[in-house]
């Protein structure tokens, strides 16, 4: 095919699963700034899905359930897991893949695993920059699966725009505590395993916690480098109320209903304005990070080893704090500045 | 008394705990830069044990029962305890510490919880800060609690010297992927509720986790301005082997043994030069941390409304990314660097 002889990255866009994975190892290296500013013009087609939940929930069941049913639509879906919690815990991921084997081989469908030990920063960055790839290579639908521990549910809250919380009945007291911080990030809420005993309880439990009516305003990032336009604040009735839906992913019970809440749920962020909004404070959170990496690696430039080597070691004899030795760096970096 | 005539800083480093209690609120409002820089010449002086695990393992229980066998030896404890999942979980918190009720009313010992929504961090920074704000106030030993889930274990690897990591009998096998993370940083691995029937199977899983022999070098904070001294690198022989302790908290069973770890621990850290090394990497990532916070609100300062609207306007219109706006913003504040 003439294909072959189009840049790589446009073979990416138009189709090629090969040249895309290709693109996606080169972001996980963060080595792709020139292709990111190529692709930028061609996303924001796509609807970003994220999916969070605890382990035992069955989130990827529930994965594979939703990218069934959108292939059974003639829709494309690529999904992308991301795991923050450990390298260990690549055998689970590749077993949870496994079970999405039917998948396998469909050109429509496209998986990626990611786990990582680096900075969570780094990671959420990388998720963020692949997903924009997915979108420009054209999948209509981009899921995002995490696991629902520590802070990874700020990362899919900031990258995904429908956020979908898993639940299941019978995982114990226990975890409530971690489900609490998830909730406020839910924009439909699943109770998957929905046959098994505990059914009642559980949806009972969310319902409460629902209810509690301190559902927080979503954080979709922290600090910005400048305000943005406000987020429209929708009265009591025309705000979205996080619906509670029950699936058993393994059979395929109840995943047109979800499917049509999250049709619901991106109708409303389109129609009340959220989508922009979100765009706008995400977007200036994002070029803040930039600004502070790009101002590191200039600072990085310009420090002689030893001044450094002499900060530190004021530092380690506990003479001056680190704060005190930046605004010092500073000073003498950006005379010019105020 | 006299005492009170004395600056605050002076009288909370001396021993006041309501003005201890006013420092700590400072530092968390982030206002306390000026006292920080004070009481820093006088830390470095506590032994600080970490300790985490997932919810169910009983690891407040096992934070009361140390400060009490402390207590019994004279020696004054402080506990942190730090739960970054969630405002929700504020009760939980509060649920725990009843438990250690039988502590309260004892100058000797004195308990703070932190529970935050913000950003997390924020919540670490703040955490290492009021670490030291305690270390100046003169407590033989400062424990900090976090629950074990996410990115929270990470945090407490670069604040705290003895990392503990809690585990009981039972909790089930889906634990077992976030168990997997918080192992890699675990000086000392402690079995509580071990008179609970799975004893043997939760002690031979961890055995076995730890033979796989990936246990990976502790990560102190990512990316450091400069190489500072890497850390010792010991033979196999002389490196610390985390051991695998059998604790019942509520009894009080296996905590001499605990803390004779802690102790063999902390001699190993001194002996081997591996305390010094750590302290290095952790100043130089904090002090990179400061430089990047301090250089975003210089260009917070500099930069005009109208620009920042513009180039919004142009990243939400997906002409320019994030990264090349920053950079654009960089080249124009600071032209005189390379």
Redesign the interface.
């Known amino acids: 095919v003439s294909n072959v002889s189009l840049p790589p990255i446009v073979q990416a866009i138009r189709g090629s699963r090969r040249q895309l994975a290709r693109l996606i190892t080169k972001i996980e290296g963060e080595q792709a700034?020139a292709e990111?500013?190529e692709i930028?013009?061609h996303?924001?087609q796509a609807c970003l899905v994220g999916i969070t939940g605890?382990?035992?929930t069955g989130k990827s069941s529930l994965v594979s359930a939703l990218a069934r049913h959108y292939r059974g639509l003639a829709k494309t879906v690529a999904i992308l897991a991301v795991d923050?919690?450990?390298?260990?815990?690549g055998g689970?991921v590749l077993g949870d893949r496994i079970r999405m084997r039917d998948l396998a081989g469909d050109n429509g469908v496209f998986i990626r695993s990611m786990a990582t030990?680096?900075?969570?920063?780094?990671l959420a960055r990388a998720t963020a920059n692949i997903v924009r790839a997915l979108d420009a290579a054209g999948f209509d639908y981009i899921i995002i699966e995490t696991?629902g521990?520590?802070?990874?549910e700020?990362d899919i809250a900031s990258i995904g725009q429908t956020i979908i919380v898993v639940e299941a009945p019978g995982?114990?007291d226990?975890?409530q505590?971690?489900k609490?911080?998830i909730?406020?990030i839910a924009d439909i809420l699943v109770v998957n395993k929905a046959d098994r005993p505990g059914l009642e309880n559980t949806v009972r439990g969310l319902r409460a916690?629902l209810d509690l009516g301190?559902r927080?305003e979503r954080?979709i990032h922290?600090?910005q480098?400048?305000p943005?336009a406000a987020l429209p604040v929708p009265d009591e009735n025309s705000a979205w109320q996080p619906p509670i839906m029950q699936t058993v992913a393994t059979t395929g019970q109840g995943i047109t209903e979800l499917a049509a809440q999250i049709e619901a749920h991106q109708l409303y962020l389109r129609q009340s304005g959220t989508l922009?909004a979100r765009?706008?404070a995400s977007?200036?959170a994002?070029?803040?990070?930039?600004?502070?990496?790009?101002?590191?690696a200039?600072?990085?430039?310009?420090?002689r080893?030893e001044e450094?080597a002499e900060?530190?070691a004021q530092?380690?004899d506990?003479?001056?704090?680190?704060?005190?030795?930046?605004?010092q760096?500073?000073r003498r970096?950006?005379p010019?500045?105020?």
């Open positions: 700034n990111l500013a930028y013009p996303t924001g605890a382990p035992g923050p919690t450990s390298p260990f815990t689970a030990r680096g900075s969570l920063g780094g696991v521990a520590g802070q990874s700020v995982l114990g226990d975890v505590a971690i609490a911080g909730l406020e916690m301190h927080a954080l922290h600090g480098l400048m943005v922009q765009l706008q977007l200036s994002e070029l803040e990070e930039c600004l502070r990496d790009a101002l590191l200039q600072i990085r430039q310009n420090i080893a450094f900060h530190l530092m380690v506990r003479q001056q704090t680190p704060n005190h030795v930046a605004l760096m500073l970096l950006t010019n500045q105020t």
